[in-house]
């Protein structure tokens, strides 16, 4: 198979025709006759093309190792190396800087490494903890865009369409995102494009943060080897032997027949080197329980070194979080005990905190007024996340503490005196001769000192230009949910419809309803249903 030329018959006339002429030149030789289609070049196809959307990829290579590292801190820069396989079919995968310094290489046999490095350490990563790290990947694509798609362990899309107005450029998000995988103990690559697989593509070819402007994907992806498409291996044995051996070598090669010569795979493949992606973005739906998992080749019988891992644990746990505006509201500690099997603990702190000392100290305290029947060998700590609590003082009332610093004051109080004495007391409906408990410490806003006179309440509206695009989740037709950009939480009370519609004559009409909602924790907002397009807006704020 031949790349086509474009080329002119010597004895072809190009000629314009008129409005009503639908004849065809045609071209003929005195042995054979063709005709000549005037296809539109590379640079015409791109320019042709519409862009609609950007996506970024965010690979972390080696997933394996830094998800054994990430589990357990102190192996950071010891020679380490993570195997594929079991018995005498086990081979390493992953080695770490320190350990391919030494000499060690993927592929080996674990006896060959450490016949060459003595010091190496050798570990198989349990499946949770790779599902660990894979989430704390997924959690930080969560929080840039709700659009997120999981495409294989330590590879995920996103949907960055209109994120670049928050940013300078491509590249100084790739740097935001890079650093968000670092506080959850994470190196990752970030690329964007055009489409989901040309941005993955990328991602595995470059070490930091790559860029493909529209228009420039086939050049981009010309030079790399045709296995950066992942073809299968019947494919990739035919292009070669056809000395097809990189992208561009395949994209150059003519589009007519491809499909019908090597099949649907390569037509795909086909579209994909010339730079066209349409593929779709297949989202998952962001989950509220998080968790982190360590698994041990060794037993812990001492408390100390089990709370240490504990803590990196936490600190893991509060970043995710904190990426997805949430902080910890219940702790679910799973101890793997040799040979009992499970220990369960739960924690529940007063208030959502991001504190690490204080959630570290209630699970101390909990440790310690249930400890372990044996050694421990591993362990599962998970979170349910809430949001942190904001609170509106009075302009003329008494000053409000601030509800990060209570809640960290109420998770220290627990940790010193119990969680179930800590809390507001409650008068209960009975004949008990004690009447009362305690319950869960919400303090309700301060009485307003604002003079006597005129006993109506009047608010300000502060409304949003442009008007910022969210999304509502509706119940009977009445709002019940806001996600947005920096907001997401449940909608306590809404007021509405009230319909609004003008310039019905004009070429873009407006036609809608708005609501007012109170959003917990948050305040009280207007929306903006658009009716001809099916889309929400947040309209304003009432100050």
């Known amino acids: 198979m031949k790349a086509e030329k474009e ?13 009503g002429d639908t004849t065809r030149s045609r071209a003929r030789a005195s042995d054979s006759s063709c005709v000549i289609r005037k296809t539109a070049s590379a640079p015409a196809r791109a320019s042709a093309r519409v862009k609609t959307k950007e996506y970024a990829c965010i690979l972390a290579p080696a997933l394996p190792l830094q998800a054994l590292v990430r589990s357990e801190p102190d192996l950071a820069n010891r020679p380490v190396a993570t195997l594929d396989g079991r018995g005498t079919r086990a081979v390493l995968a992953h080695v770490s800087r320190a350990a391919g310094k030494a ?8 006896s060959q490494a450490r016949s060459i490095a003595p010091d190496l350490v050798l570990r198989t990563v349990s499946p949770c903890v790779l599902d660990a790290a894979h989430r704390a990947l997924t959690d930080v694509a969560l929080a840039h865009s709700p659009r997120v798609q999981s495409v294989q362990p330590g590879v995920v899309v996103l949907e960055v369409s209109g994120t670049q107005r928050s940013f300078p450029s491509w590249s100084s998000f790739g740097c935001v995102i890079q650093a968000a995988c670092r506080k959850v103990g994470l190196a990752v690559r970030v690329a964007v494009a055009s489409g989901p697989r040309i941005a993955c593509i990328a991602a595995r070819a470059c070490e930091g943060v790559d860029v493909i402007p529209f228009g420039r994907e086939a050049a981009a992806l010309a030079p790399l080897p045709i296995r950066a498409l992942a073809p299968s291996p019947a494919l990739v044995e035919t292009l070669s032997r056809l000395g097809v051996r990189t992208v561009g070598g395949f994209a150059r090669l003519n589009g007519r027949g491809i499909g019908i010569r090597l099949g649907p795979e390569a037509m795909d493949l086909h579209r994909l080197a ?11 739906r962001p989950c509220e329980s998080f968790e982190e998992s360590v698994s041990l080749d060794y037993l812990l019988d001492n408390a100390e070194p089990l709370v240490f891992l504990l803590s990196s644990a936490l600190e893991r746990l509060a970043a995710r979080l904190k990426a997805r505006l949430m902080a910890p509201c219940a702790l679910r500690l799973s101890l793997d005990v040799d040979p009992a099997g499970r220990h369960e603990i739960a924690v529940r702190p007063p208030a959502p905190t991001h504190d690490i000392r204080s959630l570290l100290t209630l699970v101390r305290v909990a440790l310690e007024a249930s400890p372990p029947p044996g050694p421990v060998a591993g362990f599962t700590l998970g ?10 003082g009075h302009l ?9 610093r209570l809640a960290r004051l109420m998770n220290r109080l627990s940790a010193l005196a119990g969680p179930e004495n800590v809390g507001t007391p409650s008068v209960l409906d009975g004949h008990r001769r004690d009447p009362s408990s305690i319950g869960s410490f919400a303090p309700k806003a301060l009485h307003d000192l604002r003079p ?5 309440t009047k608010l300000a509206f502060s409304r949003f230009n442009p008007p910022l695009p969210v999304r509502i989740r509706t119940r009977d037709g009445v709002p019940v949910r806001l996600d947005g950009d920096g907001i997401a939480a449940r ?6 419809p009230w319909y609004a519609g003008a310039d019905w004559w004009a070429e873009r009409p407006q036609a809608g309803a708005f609501y ?7 305040g009280i907002y207007r929306l903006w249903h658009d009716l001809l397009t099916n889309e929400w807006f947040l309209d304003g704020e009432y100050d």
Do not use: C, K
């Not at 909608?491 to 509405?496: E, F, K, L, N, Q």
């Open 7 to 19: 080329t002119t018959h010597p004895g072809i006339q190009m000629q314009a025709g008129t409005a």
């Open 103 to 110: 000499g060690a290489r993927p592929g080996m046999t674990p």
């Open 274 to 284: 010339r730079g066209e992606d349409s593929s779709p973005l297949h989202p998952i």
């Open 383 to 392: 979170a349910d996340g809430d949001q942190v609590v904001a609170s509106q």
């Open 396 to 404: 003329f009332g008494p000053p409000m503490p601030e509800p990060t």
């Open 452 to 456: 006597e006179g005129d006993a109506s």
């Open 491 to 496: 909608i306590v009370h809404a007021a509405g």
């Open 516 to 522: 007012d909602a109170e959003v917990r924790g948050r």
